[in-house]
């Protein structure tokens, strides 16, 4: 005899809590958006007047040569590099291929402060020029470091390597066959590289340059430091330096606009273009040979961008923190504990809700599901000025309500609980750098087969199980490569850090900023090393995962 109510209770559609936790989770990290744009719409607009009428104009003008000054710069350095490494064999070749990633580990702040400390009037640079001509101030010129074209060419030096790692990428996959086409057609190889190989390479190149472009619109310690008036410096004086919240949300919305801007045309790049390589063989396995002086000056070319990005500020830096700056003591190490722990728990906050998130898409090939998982990864386009704006608006009305609450219940006083104390702080780390925890994880989950799923549930396990049990032991790689990559971008994290840390807490890049901002540059030098020391991992990381694909690839091209 069947039970008909047990079979009919079986048939009842269980709850799907990893849906409702990642549609949960995803409205939450996108709060600080809301919250921004709602804001634009509200205050009765005397402040904001005040900024149309003087500085806005201003802040646009400047955003946007800074966009085009970095754009070019990082064009022209990063897909040259790019092409040569991946096209030609010269001296140095392999060595340069990985070591044009270095500046990535350089933030683009403490690169700033280091070429101001060498190439201002008091350097020694312009000491040594005095010295030898004996001309003194006004007589002769000099590159004026802190000025828009001085934050152009700093954020070029730490930003290229975007373009480079898209274009190289992008170049590595050509195929061997299609370029043999171009030289049956009488193509030499610059012809070959203009007329096919760069436009076959544009999605990628465009990618590049839209991180380039974020990123630069995200900058704050850099224009800052020089006095170079844009929006993430707007915003932030007007939080602070008129207490309107509503008019620095006004600020951020305009900016928001242009980084929404960026994101359609880079998706609207990668929608009408469609490229497909025809054959096998990459081209990268007959490189083209530069010996004589074409191969000095291709790794002239390539060592230019190194020696400037990260040999001679890192040089700077290790001489001044080993023999001028003060020696770290009991208050750098505590520095140094609030920057690691912060980090170390940001990351660790952002890799299991990535987990879940991830998780989530791989049992539900719903929409709303997918959908809740793209906005939750929108928070790295976004610059950490606006996410901390959003983030405190919220949280600060509700410590008032609990307060509020408290007190009339109990008549007790509390202070505190989410903003104005860490709370704040983790939780926009989270919102800031969710997309890249998510990239790696969903990248190592996608590479695990079904069939495993299918095992364990066969097996018996609950959904949790099957991830606890199957797969985050499969995952171990993609998790330490989230969590390593997450750390490093919060202990380099600038503006948000400065708008959310509570009184009295400090970090090594707010400390590296503070000082810098006194003219103690030399006793910034401890602080700023630490943080570009601790960033070269991932960026080791991310060469030595560059190589084993270049590697796999030459075999596969070799069967």
Not at 478 to 488: G, K, P, Q
């Amino acid at each position: 005899m069947v039970d008909l109510t047990h079979s009919s209770s079986a048939n009842k559609p269980k709850f799907n809590w990893l849906k409702v936790a990642a549609i949960f989770i995803a409205a939450t990290l996108s709060l600080p958006i809301l919250v921004v744009l709602v804001n634009v719409l509200m205050g009765d607009g005397d402040v904001w007047r005040h900024l149309y009428q003087t500085v806005l104009a201003d802040y646009i003008q400047n955003s946007l040569l800074l966009m085009l000054g970095v754009g070019i710069g990082a064009f022209f350095i990063g897909v040259p590099c790019a092409w040569l490494t991946s096209m030609c064999d010269f001296p140095g070749r392999k060595l340069l291929s990985w070591a044009l990633l270095l500046p990535m580990a350089m933030p683009a702040y403490i690169i700033a402060y280091t070429y101001t400390g060498i190439l201002d009037f008091a350097g020694p640079v312009q000491t040594f020029i005095r010295d030898l001509t004996g001309w003194s101030y006004g007589e002769y010129w000099f590159f004026e470091v802190r000025s828009l074209g001085g934050a152009i060419v700093m954020l070029t030096l730490v930003l290229y390597p975007y373009v480079y790692l898209m274009s190289r990428a992008a170049f590595l996959e050509q195929s061997e066959n299609t370029l043999e086409v171009s030289r049956t057609l009488g193509y030499s190889g610059r012809s070959a590289f203009f007329k096919l190989a760069l436009p076959l390479a544009r999605p990628a190149i465009v990618t590049g340059l839209t991180l380039v472009l974020m990123e630069t619109l995200a900058d704050y310690g850099t224009v800052q430091y020089f006095g170079v008036n844009t929006f993430t410096t707007g915003i932030l004086r007007t939080f602070y330096g008129f207490g309107d919240v509503v008019a620095a949300s006004q600020l951020a919305g305009i900016l928001l606009l242009f980084v929404t801007v960026l994101i359609l045309l880079e998706r609207y790049s990668r929608h009408r273009i469609r490229y497909h390589a025809s054959g096998l063989k990459k081209a990268s396995s007959r490189r083209i040979n530069l010996t004589g002086s074409r191969g000095v000056l291709t790794c002239a070319f390539c060592l230019f961008p190194i020696f400037f990005g990260f040999i001679i500020p890192v040089s700077v830096l290790a001489y001044w923190a080993a023999f001028k700056a003060e020696l770290p003591d009991a208050r750098f190490a505590q520095l140094a504990w609030n920057s690691l722990y912060l980090a170390g728990v940001a990351a660790m906050i952002a890799v299991i809700l990535a987990l879940v998130l991830s998780y989530a898409i791989r049992l539900n090939r719903d929409r709303s599901v997918s959908a809740s998982v793209g906005i939750a990864g929108l928070g790295y386009a976004l610059p950490g000025t606006i996410i901390a704006i959003g983030t405190i608006v919220p949280l600060a009305w509700l410590d008032h309500r609990i307060i509020d609450l408290v007190k009339y219940y109990s008549g007790e006083k509390v202070g505190l609980i989410f903003s104005g104390t860490l709370v704040a702080l983790l939780f926009a780390y989270t919102v800031r750098f969710m997309a890249v925890s998510l990239g790696a994880v969903q990248n190592g989950l996608g590479k695990i087969k079904p069939s495993m799923d299918m095992a364990g549930r066969s097996l018996g396990m609950s959904p949790l199980k099957v991830l606890t049990r199957i797969h985050i032991p499969l995952l171990k790689g993609s998790v330490l490569t989230a969590l390593l990559i997450v750390f490093v971008d919060v202990l380099k994290e600038l503006p948000a850090t400065l708008v959310l840390r509570p009184f009295n807490f400090n970090t090594l890049a707010v400390r590296a900023y503070e000082l810098a901002a006194d003219e103690r540059l030399i006793d910034a030098a401890p602080a700023s090393l630490m943080i570009v020391l601790v960033g070269l991992a991932p960026v080791i990381l991310l060469s030595r995962s560059i190589s084993s694909r270049v590697e796999h690839s030459k075999v596969e091209s070799a069967e």
